[in-house]
């Protein structure tokens, strides 16, 4: 015959003084979770646990919506920088830039595709910068609601936080000039820019590092903190500038106004027709030298075709000199003085 141990079952006024006494209220969250878990710890601390779990759900929420609306409003404005309704980043170089010699308004096609690119370029470093600013805020208020104590955390972070600033101030440095240069609209892929050791087309920009091809091919990757002042020649407008070199003895006024006619009409021709905003501008003497006289010719461009331009006006216009005969320095022999030279031998 086997025994069967029976547990003794307390008795009524025994179980009630076992069980917490919150539990006596049935509308209670301990009375709840005391029917759900049976657990007296639980029981007991209902409120706080209830209490902290619907802040810390709430902080949850918030931050989740503020991300969501900071993301949103950023994508309004990329789309609105994209699409031409907001001019501010790029307002500078619109004021600049001058319509083609066509008039058809087809020169804005570059700069449109050059906001696009920085709009997208700015809206996701925000963007990252937002969400990181949200995270970290809604990280410390929880840890707050759930007990922990801020300030041994706010000061080990600045600690770590200055460690990491004295060790990567370089990058920090240049995170934020690319920033500025990206706000302050100073270059974009496509343009011609002097930055002291590198000069040549940009071929990216990025936020740490601008990369650059100069016209031997070599590709430069300059970091942005190290660039202390940009050339652009690619930004609104260039200006070819034409040096004309003759003699002492030629008439300054005939080689001027040979000049000025034969740039006027080689501009008109097809070939630089459409590189060419303004007609030539003959500036007239610009230096006087013991080898001869220099003049000075200038014509306004389209950004980037300043160096066709000049390469086409010099071989007219030496042309035209030699035809007409103009003298040159002795330094740059010409067609008269050679003729002159078989005639006196």
Known sequence: MINTVIPPVPAPGLTSALMPQCTQDPGSWCATLYRWTNNDFIAQHADVIV?????????????????????????RMVNGATNGAFTALAGRARRLRRAPADGRGSGDAPGAQRRMQRARTIGSVLRSIVSAVVLLVAVMMVMNELGYPLGPLLAGAGVLGLAIGFGAQNLVRDFLSGMFMLLEDQYGVGDIV???????????????????RDLQGTVWYVRNGEI?????????????????????????????????????????????????????????????????????????????????????????????????GIPRPMLFPTAALDGRAQRQG
């Open 228 to 324: 202390l002042r940009v050339g652009n020649m690619s930004q609104g407008y260039a200006v070819a500038v034409v040096d004309l070199p003759i003699a002492h003895s030629a008439d300054v006024e005939q080689a001027t106004e040979l000049a000025g006619a034969t740039a006027t009409a080689r501009a008109a021709q097809d070939d630089i027709a459409g590189d060419v905003l303004e007609p030539p501008e003959v500036l007239g003497v610009d230096r006087i030298s013991p080898e001869g006289i220099t003049l000075r010719l200038t014509v306004r461009v389209k950004p980037g075709r300043q160096w066709a331009v000049q390469r086409a006006l010099n071989g007219a216009i030496t042309d035209a000199f030699d035809d007409h």
């Open 194 to 212: 002097d930055v002291g050791e590198a000069v040549g087309t940009v071929e990216a920009v990025g936020l740490r590092i601008t990369t650059i």
């Open 51 to 75: 209490g902290r779990t619907v802040s810390i759900t709430s902080i949850i929420l918030i931050a989740v919506l503020v991300r969501w609306l900071a993301h949103r409003g950023i994508a």
